[in-house]
């Protein structure tokens, strides 16, 4: 999903309402049929864990490196208390977004986009059901936002809900899904997701990394396939 809109319009109003870091006025917040308003301050700390939110700071924790950073919402949580299952999980994830061999490194070693990249891995510790990504273009160099748009794609083909807020309208629209615009705090366009588009792109990109395998590549996918 995409929420868009010029500055002021209210998209991190209405992203802070989706896991009540602000309370509606009115109307109410539903996921998965759970009225969040109606969450004792115990249900909904446990909710939020299936919440996740991507900054556009990215947030990270300048003293500790890759694998640290993305240890630490697990240690938080008291996730499976043994510090070598969190390290190979946040292994995982590094791998996930195209870093771990950074796992050492440490935030202010890496460009803006490896670090935002580093929070995308740290943002999905918790297995979560939904990824709130608040203008994770904002603070990466122009030529990465595709790039960083294309992430957040494939964490969304893992099965989890990915809302994208940003201003940039072409960018988010080049990816067919469900696009909301917002002025002035209100919703003025809610464009549907165009699911034969979807396709289309899924099948470019197929047919694009079949093309960088090569013949013998694909020929060993297929009889692996098989």
Not at 10 to 15: D, P
Not at 64 to 82: D, I
Not at 107 to 123: C, F, I, M, Y
Not at 201 to 213: D, I, M, Q, V, Y
């Amino acid at each position: 999903y995409g929420i868009i809109g010029m500055s002021g319009a209210g998209k991190s109003t209405l992203v802070r309402c989706i896991n009540l870091l602000e309370r509606p006025t009115e109307g109410s917040v539903v996921i998965d049929g759970v009225e969040m308003e109606k969450l004792t301050p115990a249900q909904l700390r446990q909710r939020r864990r299936e919440i996740t939110m991507i900054f556009q700071r990215f947030n990270l924790l300048m003293q500790r490196n890759c694998l640290a950073n993305v240890c630490f919402p697990m240690e938080l949580s008291g996730l499976r208390g043994e510090k070598k299952w969190r390290e190979q999980r946040a292994l995982e994830l590094l791998d996930i977004v195209g870093l771990k061999d950074k796992a050492k490194a440490y935030p202010d070693t890496l460009s803006g986009g490896e670090q935002q990249r580093v929070a995308v891995a740290r943002a999905l510790a918790h297995g979560p059901k939904l990824v709130i990504a608040d203008e994770p273009t904002g603070n990466i160099d122009p030529e990465l936002s595709l790039e960083m748009m294309e992430l957040l794609e494939r964490v969304s083909e893992m099965g989890i809900t990915v809302v994208v807020v940003t201003h940039e309208h072409e960018l988010v629209r080049q990816f067919h899904q469900r696009v909301v615009t917002l002025k002035k705090g209100r919703i003025i366009s809610d464009v549907p997701a165009d699911k034969e588009a979807i396709r289309a792109r899924a099948e470019r990109k197929e047919r694009l990394f079949e093309t960088e395998l090569g013949p013998a590549d694909t020929a060993e996918k297929e009889a692996a396939t098989v």
